[in-house]
């Protein structure tokens, strides 16, 4: 199949279906707002090396994680019973989204460039992107973030300073989320920490039916 490539001046994006086996759907275009939310909105994310070309991508094999079927392990409930444990809603999602980038990018690497961290914050001032932080005995532990939109959210990076302090914030979201009336949290890709935490692969006919029942059609008046 090949490669769309967009530019700056008109905001689309070709049928998620065209995707590559890989999951790669397009190159090019910006991080502007509208452009974030109409690819959010269809299960598409931007991930790409800071200095390179934006690349768009929409796995067909995707992973998620169900609020309802967060799973918190018995040595997990006891850490909790032991700790005084805070969570804390945007408490400074600049500093959180910044420190995600910190914890990779002297390790494997991190797409969390300037850029990224400019258009993220964009979405959070318009109330489309959310940080969640964990404290334990009173000192920051970890934290999230990731965009919101309708009652599908899409997790994007996490960070722990301490033991637990990523699977807390993970936990409290999940449980927010499910009182909230959310269908999922959208991982994007498989990891041992997020499987170990429910996550699971859905089919993509599967995760079209939650975007199209989670996502709010009206979100573009909001």
């Not at 759907?25 to 991930?47: C, E, H, K, Q, T």
């Not at 400019?118 to 964990?134: D, F, I, K, M, N």
Request: hydrophobic share 35%; glycine share 10%; charged share 25%.
């Amino acid at each position: 199949m090949a490669i769309y490539r967009l530019d700056e001046k008109e905001i689309w994006f070709p049928m998620p279906s065209e995707a590559e086996e890989d999951g790669l759907l397009a190159v090019g275009g910006d991080l502007s707002l509208g452009r974030l939310l109409l690819a959010y909105s269809n299960g598409i994310f931007p991930w790409f090396d800071p200095g390179d070309e934006i690349l768009w991508w929409c796995p067909h094999k995707r992973y998620i994680i169900r609020p309802s079927e967060i799973h918190i392990s018995h040595s997990m409930r006891k850490f909790i019973r032991h700790h005084d444990i805070g969570i804390k809603l945007n408490r400074d999602f600049a500093d959180t989204m910044h420190r995600c980038r910190l914890q990779r990018e002297f390790k494997e690497g991190t797409w969390i460039s300037d850029e990224m961290e400019a258009a993220y914050g964009r979405l959070h001032r318009a109330g489309y992107a959310t940080s969640v932080e964990s404290f334990i005995d009173g000192e920051l532990a970890g934290g999230l973030y990731g965009v919101s939109i309708g009652k599908c959210f899409f997790g994007e990076s996490m960070f722990s300073i301490k033991e637990n302090g990523s699977k807390l914030a993970l936990i409290f979201l999940a449980r927010f989320l499910e009182d909230q009336g959310f269908n999922m949290i959208d991982c994007q890709f498989h990891t041992d920490h997020l499987e170990s935490m429910g996550g699971c692969y859905i089919s993509y006919e599967e995760y079209c039916k939650l975007l199209e029942e989670g996502i709010d059609e009206d979100w573009e008046k909001n």
